[in-house]
C-alpha cells in the first residue's frame, strides 16, 4: 500500500472512531435527555442544602430554564461514555505501539479515568458542601440570597474540572519517571516547592475564598506523595530488570 494510501486509510480510520465515540455519547444523551430537570437538581442539591432557609435559585435567561438541565445531561453523557471514548482513542494508537508500551499505556488510560472521576466525585459530596456554608455563614443578613442557575453549573463545570485535573498528578508523576525524566530523588528534593506551587494553583483555579483553596491544594500535595511512592516501584522494577 503506497504511503497517500496508507495515510487515507488512517483518517478514515480515525473517522469511523470518532463517530463511534459520538455515537456513544448520543446513546447515553438521549435516556438523560428526559431526566435533565432531576439531573440538575441533583447538582444543585449541595448548594441548596447550604442556601439559607426559604432561598431558591433563579433562571435569568428567557430559555436557560431549558437549556442548563441540557447542558447538565450533556455532561452527564460525556462522563458516562467516557470509557467508549477512551476505548476508541486506545484503538486507534494502539497499532503503533510496541508491546511493552500497550501493557503501560491501557493502564495508565484506565488509571486516568478513576482520578478523574475521583476529583470529579470528591468536588461533589465533599468540597461543595463545606465550601458553600462557609460563603453562606458568613453572608451579610441583609443580602437576599439568589444564585443564577447557568452560573452556578459554570462554577461547578470549572469545579470539576479543576479538581479532576488535579487527582491526575500521580500519573503525571509515573509517567515522568517512566520516561527516566526525572528520578524519585529528584521529585523528593523538589517537594518544598511543589508544596508552595500546590497552593499557588489552588489560588488560581478555584474561587477566591481560603477554604476551596486549601480543600484542593492539600490533595494535590497528597497525590504528588502518591506519585513519588508509586515512581519508587517503576525505579526499583526497572534496575531489576537491568541487574537481570
Aim: glycine letters at 4%; hydrophobic letters at 60%.
Amino acid at each position: 500500500m503506497s504511503e497517500p494510501d496508507t495515510f487515507l486509510s488512517h483518517l478514515i480510520e480515525l473517522r469511523d472512531r470518532l463517530l463511534k465515540a459520538l455515537g456513544a455519547v448520543i446513546l447515553v444523551f438521549l435516556p438523560c435527555f428526559f431526566f435533565a430537570p432531576q439531573l440538575y437538581d441533583a447538582l444543585a442539591q449541595p448548594l441548596m442544602a447550604a442556601l439559607p432557609e426559604g432561598a431558591h435559585m433563579i433562571a435569568t435567561g428567557v430559555v436557560t430554564p431549558f437549556l442548563v438541565p441540557v447542558k447538565v445531561a450533556m455532561m452527564v453523557a460525556v462522563c458516562v461514555a467516557l470509557p467508549v471514548i477512551l476505548y476508541q482513542a486506545w484503538a486507534f494508537v494502539a497499532p503503533g505501539l510496541y508491546a511493552h508500551e500497550k501493557r503501560f499505556v491501557l493502564p495508565l488510560i484506565v488509571a486516568s479515568s478513576f482520578l478523574f472521576f475521583a476529583g470529579m466525585a470528591f468536588c461533589y459530596f465533599f468540597v461543595f458542601g463545606v465550601v458553600f456554608k462557609f460563603v453562606y455563614s458568613i453572608a451579610p443578613k441583609s443580602i437576599e440570597v439568589a444564585p443564577d442557575i447557568e452560573n452556578y453549573f459554570s462554577f461547578v463545570l470549572g469545579m470539576f474540572f479543576a479538581f479532576g485535573v488535579t487527582f491526575e498528578v500521580p500519573v503525571a508523576v509515573v509517567l515522568l519517571v517512566k520516561m527516566k525524566m526525572v528520578t524519585v530523588a529528584k521529585l523528593k528534593e523538589i517537594r518544598p516547592y511543589v508544596i508552595v506551587g500546590a497552593f499557588v494553583v489552588a489560588a488560581v483555579v478555584t474561587p477566591p475564598d481560603v477554604v476551596s483553596q486549601i480543600m484542593l491544594a492539600i490533595p494535590l500535595w497528597f497525590l504528588y506523595e502518591v506519585g513519588i511512592v508509586v515512581g519508587g516501584f517503576i525505579e526499583r522494577s526497572a534496575a531489576r530488570s537491568q541487574a537481570t
